[in-house]
């Protein structure tokens, strides 16, 4: 396969996801970077993933090793100030009336790209890679393709640059990611996945499970272990 010179710059949680973006991107750009947002959403665990996640797949891949650039942790501290949490009186509710967690900010992949936009600007960066979703996610409006779509025409006209948004995952169910990242890495990169990878709202990480650590009764880890189960009997 022919690889897209493009420098790519992907939007990094340390999730099952994300690490499947970086892994597509990883095979199909030549130069990737990774950016993640910190804003104490999904405690630290999260966070200390992301390097955990960096540092085995630059160890078990070297082919990708040499295209993995650097990474940016940028401190997004202030959405906490107009999430649900510190906009209404639900505090000790983890989980509002549509199954997000209360600190879920609407909108904030608008935030979230343009920020990295920013970043890829200055970095000579020239896609933007997320693992935003219809299929899972109907119920976030700013996953929506034609969100995505629209973002990417505002970004490249806002800053005189051509700036392409790639969402591998958008009409994936869970399933077909656990294949993709099968058939990107093999059985090294699922293992890769659920060792390292952290996708539970509640930030459980003492309980193992096949597909992973999570308390396995959140929304996040419904459909994790859903997806692994129907990617094994596929
Ligand atoms: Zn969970």
């Not at 099952?16 to 991107?25: E, N, R």
């Not at 992301?50 to 040499?66: C, G, I, K, Q, Y």
Request: proline residues 3%; negative net charge; charged residues 20%.
């Amino acid at each position: 396969m022919t690889i897209d010179p493009r420098r790519a710059l992907v939007l990094f949680s340390g999730g099952q996801d994300s690490t499947a973006c970086l892994a597509w991107a990883l095979t199909h750009f030549a130069h990737v970077e990774t950016i993640g947002f910190d804003y104490g959403q999904r405690h630290l665990v999260e966070l200390e993933c992301r390097l955990h996640v960096r540092s085995a797949l630059h160890a078990r891949f070297p082919h990708w090793a040499e295209r993995l650039g650097d990474d940016h942790l940028l401190d997004l501290a202030l959405l906490g100030q107009i999430s649900d949490t510190a906009l209404t009186d639900v505090r000790a509710i983890e989980m509002n009336a549509q199954g997000l967690p209360n600190t879920f900010v609407p909108g904030r992949n608008l935030l979230f790209f343009t920020f990295a936009a920013a970043v890829a600007y200055r970095r000579g960066l020239k896609v933007l890679v997320g693992g935003m979703c219809e299929t899972d996610f109907s119920g976030y409006p700013d996953c929506r393709d034609n969100t995505l779509k629209a973002l990417q025409v505002a970004l490249s006209l806002g800053m005189d640059a051509p700036m392409a948004i790639e969402t591998p995952l958008m009409w994936m169910d869970k399933a077909q990611t656990w294949a993709l990242t099968d058939q990107l890495g093999g059985k090294a990169l699922t293992e890769l996945i659920v060792e390292h990878t952290h996708t539970c709202y509640l930030g459980e990480r003492t309980q193992r499970h096949a597909w992973g650590f999570g308390c396995g009764l959140c929304p996040a880890c419904d459909l994790r272990r859903k997806g692994y189960r129907s990617w094994l009997a596929s």
